[in-house]
């Protein structure tokens, strides 16, 4: 009703899409919830409903690509179980936006999606790579080695901020570190 009121104020209408909850749990309506919520959206003035959207990336943590496919099917599908559901009652949906850069290579045949939502992959990041995202890394860094404390270990000069150790760990270019004696 917020965004309505301010897209009559402003004398637009703003598109908008419904965030699904498709089995991650982090965000969005339950796909049983997205008629209802398409409905409301429908009757207000200053707002266009336009679609759907989820997000599995929970998916991602199934090594497994096989079991990873399951799981993004069975994803969309909510979602697309949710559009069938809205058209049927008289609302288009002209945009089912769905995946990431972990699951692009998924959703983006799945049929019924418009839209795949890789925006992640620019960046190449080693998490991308482990999961064969078919992306190449963006960004290198020029560190100096300050210590090396044993002969598998060497710390450089970059820190948390640089290299955040909680995602994945720098790859060192030009160096075996299988081999680091």
């Known amino acids: ?46 707002i266009e409903f336009a679609g759907l959207m989820p997000w599995e990336g929970h998916a991602m943590s199934h090594v497994d690509f096989e079991k990873r496919t399951e799981v993004v099917k069975r994803s969309i599908a909510l979602v697309l179980d949710a559009q069938e ?20 290579l998924i959703s983006a045949g799945i049929e019924g999606v418009t839209e795949v939502q890789a925006g992640g992959g620019i960046w190449g990041d080693q998490m991308y790579l482990d999961l064969h995202a078919n992306v190449k890394p963006a960004l290198e860094l020029i560190t100096t080695v300050t210590s090396r404390p044993n002969p598998t270990r ?25 081999k680091i004696a």
């Open 85 to 104: 559901e809205i058209e049927a009652a008289g609302i288009k949906v002209e945009i089912v936006s769905v995946g990431g850069t972990g699951t692009y």
């Open 154 to 178: 060497v710390i450089i000069d970059a820190g948390r901020k640089t290299c955040d150790p909680s995602n994945r760990a720098p790859i060192p270019i030009g160096v075996d570190i299988t």
């Open 1 to 46: 009703q917020e965004i309505a009121a301010a897209g009559r104020e402003a004398g637009v209408s703003v598109r908008v899409v419904i965030e699904i909850n498709s089995g991650m749990a982090r965000a969005g309506v339950l796909p049983k919830d997205a008629l209802a919520l398409a409905k409301a959206i429908a009757a207000l003035d200053g």
